[in-house]
């Protein structure tokens, strides 16, 4: 079965950091690029980062650059979202999702909840 | 950034009627390889996003064929010929031509 598991999320403090993990199955994740989704709660999704399959590409919503890191390791099957420096507003459930070749996100993962307040 | 609007934000709809969901962009969404990377999202009520359309008007795998998409360039619609109870939830298109990635508002889709 194709599947996206996340994992990290949890409260913390403003200024605080947080490393979120998503472990993939059931197909070959070292060819898909992934992508980071968050849904500030009752509010719509917002992308947040994508990493090509070998890593070579990385880009950024404006919203967390210079804030956020994606990163992958292929032969553990994860992707990561490092998250530093985190506001109120980065309160969200993250979702990592797959992209495949024709452009669409067609596997997502369940979610994990970021919430930071003091 | 490409800007994506979807109208209407809320539609009631009586079971068994259609609906339709326009989406409009910024900017043209036909990438230099030719293709138009506009997708439609379904979010069920404390679910994850699921994959509808690609490409405009491709049917993900195991997609009713009650959904359907069309359009091109900046204008693009999702319709569902019958609505059934279980289509309730909030419909998102999104780009994927141009980073950055940008989703609409989202459509809240509802039973009368």
């Known amino acids: 079965e194709v599947q996206l598991v996340e994992s990290g999320g949890g409260l913390v403090k403003p200024g605080g950091s947080l490393r979120l993990s998503c472990a993939a199955s059931?197909?070959?994740?070292?060819?898909?690029?992934m992508n980071w989704v968050r849904q500030a709660p009752g509010k719509g999704l917002e992308w947040v980062s994508s990493i090509s399959s070998s890593s070579s590409y990385i880009y950024y919503a404006d919203s967390v650059k210079g804030r956020f890191t994606i990163s992958r390791d292929n032969a553990k099957n994860s992707l990561y979202l490092q998250m530093n420096s985190l506001r109120a507003e980065d309160t969200a459930v993250y979702y990592c999702a797959r992209e495949n070749l024709l452009g669409g996100m067609d596997v997502w993962g369940q979610g994990t909840t970021v919430t930071v307040s003091s | 950034d490409i800007v994506m609007t979807q109208t209407p934000l809320s539609s009631p709809v009586t079971l068994g009627q259609p609906a339709s969901i326009s989406c409009r962009s910024s900017q043209s969404l036909v990438h230099s390889d030719g293709n138009t990377y506009l997708s439609w999202l379904q979010q069920r009520p404390g679910q994850p996003p699921r994959l509808l359309i690609y490409?405009?008007?491709n049917r993900f795998s195991g997609v009713p064929d009650r959904f359907s998409g069309s359009g091109a360039g900046t204008d693009f619609t999702l319709k569902i010929s019958r609505v059934e109870a279980e289509d309730v939830g909030v419909y998102y298109c999104?780009?994927?031509?141009?980073?950055?990635?940008?989703f609409g508002q989202g459509t809240k889709l509802e039973i009368k």
């Open positions: 490409k405009i008007s």
């Open positions: 999104m780009q994927a031509t141009q980073f950055l990635y940008t």
């Open positions: 059931g197909f070959t994740f070292s060819s898909y690029s």
